[in-house]
């Protein structure tokens, strides 16, 4: 398969210059102006149109078993929705039962992930500790490709990882040069919150962010990037959605602390009023933690994307239908929790960041490819387009036009959270390793095509 993508300009994190890009195989293999391609090589023509790195979403939930239910993407349909969105690289997580073995989890999702259409590779969750984790850490990294695992501080009787946990984890990954995550709630202030709403007779999906105020990110965000300072290990921190986890972002990085923040596009546009409507099916549609904040924390993160103290942009995908948000009728805290995007991020982003004038075309490939790339150590077969990268491209129309609705997206749940936004900023054409799998609206998305992308562990310099 050999194309040529001719007459765009391609955009980088550093620079944006006009090449044609050509493609053989599953790499690209020259960019520059004018290039000669063989006769039978597919031409794409992008005048008017940019070309990037596709993007890589940095937290998804692809057939996730959680709170009773099971998501209702799997791994093809997730992926392939991606790939209609520009996005050709999601980075799921094996997420282990407490006293699970970490191997057996990863094996199952591996599993479940051949059908990707798009390439995947994964954060391992440590929901528990044990010699025997620690252990299977090292097997991860050292045989499998894992270079990231995740914290959750929240879910308290569940996946909650205490302080022992982290302080254990963090302590082991930055031995195997893994980087350490975190979704920062304190889920003791969470339960208790909660417990009291619904002794109060609250128990509607207008409880859910009451039950997880700014104050108890933030808490957690704290103590994540403290003990990451006492140790000396980074941190990344998973779907900061309010000004002072933000703060403490910042303030660590001011000092010199290698920390990151990753932002979803959900919380960059969407606010909390949401969960005051009377159409509980929708409130509870956009049930999710950390909830949907005011349009205060939403202007703090876009600025924390500007200014370089939020690194990435992700979705959290973890999709429910109707149904199975139903089970949370009663009882707010039984709401699955979860909302999609990996089909619309990119262009969100883009309609948002960039025709507002706060993000550059560079800015925005930094913070949707570039950065995830780097951050995980897949660069530059990742998140740049230059010789010896994969071809997983995106052809940007930045004159194209979609208004985006559960009714005509390609991801399954029956809902869609930026129902009725008419985003400007759309792909054209995606690659994924040198094969068109969507063109013009059209979807060639393969089961089974998406590869897994093994992360070495860091060298011992960069923690
Ligand atoms: O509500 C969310 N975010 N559901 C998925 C699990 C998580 O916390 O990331
Ligand atoms: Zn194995
Ligand atoms: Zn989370
Ligand atoms: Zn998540």
């Known amino acids: 398969m050999t194309t040529i993508i001719r007459g765009g300009t391609v955009v980088n994190a550093d620079r944006a210059f006009r090449a044609d890009v050509l493609c053989d195989g599953d790499k690209i293999v020259a960019v520059g102006e004018r290039l000669d391609a063989p006769v039978h090589a597919t031409v794409i023509d992008a005048s008017g149109q940019y070309v990037m ?66 390439d995947y590779t994964f954060h391992v969750a440590v929901t528990w500790w044990s010699e025997k984790v620690h252990e299977e850490m090292g097997v991860l990294v050292r045989d499998h490709g894992v270079n990231s695992f995740k914290h959750f501080m929240a879910y308290k009787n569940a996946i909650m990882a205490d302080d022992e946990t982290l302080v254990k984890s963090f302590t082991r990954a930055l031995e195997l040069g893994a980087i350490p995550t975190v979704h920062a709630e304190n889920g003791e202030l969470v339960f208790q919150l909660q ?30 990037i403290a003990i990451a300072n006492v140790l000396g290990t980074p941190v990344y921190i998973v779907h900061v959605s309010c000004a002072e986890s933000l703060d403490a972002i910042a303030r660590a990085r ?21 969960y005051q409507s009377a159409d509980l099916d929708f409130a509870r549609a956009h049930v999710m933690s950390p909830p949907f904040r005011s349009k205060h924390h939403q202007g703090a993160l876009w600025q924390g994307l500007r200014g370089g103290n939020l690194h990435t942009t ?26 999609g995007g990996v089909e619309d991020r990119m262009s969100v982003v ?20 570039t950065n995830a790339a780097q951050i995980f150590n897949m660069y530059p ?8 990268a994969d071809a997983d491209l995106v052809v940007w ?28 900023g759309i792909p054209s054409h995606t690659l994924h390793a040198g094969n068109m799998v969507f063109a013009k609206g059209e979807l060639r998305a393969v089961e089974g095509a998406g590869r897994h992308v093994d992360r070495p562990a860091f060298t011992k310099t960069h923690a």
């Open 195 to 224: 417990q009291d709403l619904l002794r109060k007779g609250i128990t509607g999906p207008s409880a859910h962010p009451l039950s997880r105020p700014p104050e108890v990110e933030a808490e957690a965000a704290n103590r994540a």
């Open 53 to 118: 790195p596709g993007g890589i979403d940095t937290h998804t939930h692809m057939q996730l078993p959680f709170m009773g239910t099971v998501t209702a993407d799997d791994f093809f349909t997730g992926t392939a929705a991606g790939l209609a969105g520009g996005t050709t690289t999601i980075m799921d997580f094996v997420i282990p039962n407490p006293q699970q073995s970490l191997l057996e989890a990863y094996h199952m999702w591996r599993g479940w992930a051949a059908k990707s259409a798009g």
């Open 254 to 274: 001011a000092k010199g602390q290698r920390v990151y923040g990753e932002a979803l596009a959900g919380h960059l546009v969407i606010d909390d009023s949401v």
């Open 350 to 369: 883009w309609d948002a960041g960039v025709n507002s004038g706060m993000l550059t075309p560079s800015e925005f490939v930094r913070v949707t490819s």
């Open 381 to 388: 077969r990742k998140g740049v387009v230059a010789v010896g």
């Open 397 to 424: 129309d930045p004159e194209g036009t979609r208004t985006i609705s559960a009714s005509t997206q390609f991801a399954r749940g029956g809902f869609n959270v930026f129902e009725g936004r008419t985003v400007k």
């Open 314 to 339: 992700a979705t959290d995908h973890c999709t429910f239908c109707a149904e199975q948000k139903a089970a949370g009728q009663d009882d707010f805290t039984k709401i699955p929790n979860g909302c």
